[in-house]
């Protein structure tokens, strides 16, 4: 993918898919902010970034920056906004990969943990659209790209607050796509399955081991599988895709 005087922000890029997704992009030359909730936080992502071959994007690997931004957050979003449009003038690629799971059995789960993965999963992700959308619709062109799950297509027992939050996302991401359509901007979500990541790898081996059986490539995910996808669709490759939901499963929920 060629992004040469792109410019992409990644939430939730201290770790994991979101530390994939910025280095992907970054690798094709665009220019990444990474955002995480605390000072420092995205240390490792930018190294990361840093250390790819000078000649891994067509203009040489682009640079990243870290911003501190808490999504759900409004006052956080906005200051965060404001820096990178102060920076850079403007933004051609947002990813809205920035989330939290606070899992339980329905009857036994709170309101508490139930607001907090709404507020950070889907409010968060408005927060951000709406910071940028101005500056975008301006500009006449971009792309939004919302990292979902699986379980907002299926549902999960145990994740009633996440799957709640994904599922919404993707409506959220529809409507997107219909408003800014005549903008030039496209919106998608991407959802990913089990991915190996430090939110999975929390699981017991028996879960671990019911959950491969469901996968026909019988492999679990890799972060890099969820960054393919990402950069794919912030690509022109994708220029006539929008309002989609990309599933990244390796044929689970087939």
């Known amino acids: 993918m060629q992004f040469a005087g792109k410019i992409a922000l990644v939430t939730g890029a201290s770790r994991g898919i979101g530390r994939a997704i910025a280095t992907q992009l970054a690798r094709g030359g665009a220019d990444v902010f990474c955002t995480s909730t605390k000072e420092g936080g995205c240390a490792e992502t930018l190294a990361a970034i840093a250390a790819l071959p000078a000649g891994s994007g067509p203009a040489g690997s682009g640079k990243a920056t870290a911003l501190v931004c808490d999504v759900a957050d409004a006052a956080s979003v906005e200051a965060m906004a ?13 990813v809205n990969n920035a989330g939290i799971t606070r899992d339980g059995l329905f009857l036994r789960m709170d ?19 709406k910071a ?55 919106a998608n979500v991407v959802a990913p399955g089990f991915v ?59």
């Open 132 to 186: 940028f959308a101005r500056s975008m619709a301006k500009a006449r062109g971009g792309r939004i790209v919302n990292v979902g799950s699986v379980v907002g297509l299926t549902g999960n027992a145990g994740q009633a607050n996440y799957a709640a939050s994904k599922a919404g996302l993707i409506g959220l991401t529809k409507s997107l796509a219909q408003e800014f359509a005549g903008r030039g901007i496209t």
């Open 196 to 254: 190996e990541t430090d939110m999975t790898a929390v699981l017991t081996a028996e879960v671990r081991d019911a959950m491969l059986k469901q996968i026909p490539l019988s492999r679990f995910g890799a972060a890099d599988d969820i960054a393919h996808a990402v950069s794919f669709l912030c690509s022109e490759h994708a220029a006539y895709i929008t309002g989609q939901t990309l599933v990244v499963d390796g044929g689970m929920t087939m």
């Open 82 to 94: 404001k820096a990178v449009l102060e920076r850079a003038g403007k933004l051609d690629f947002l």
């Open 111 to 129: 309101a508490a943990d139930f607001d907090a993965v709404l507020t950070t999963n889907l409010r968060g992700t408005f927060l951000t659209c």
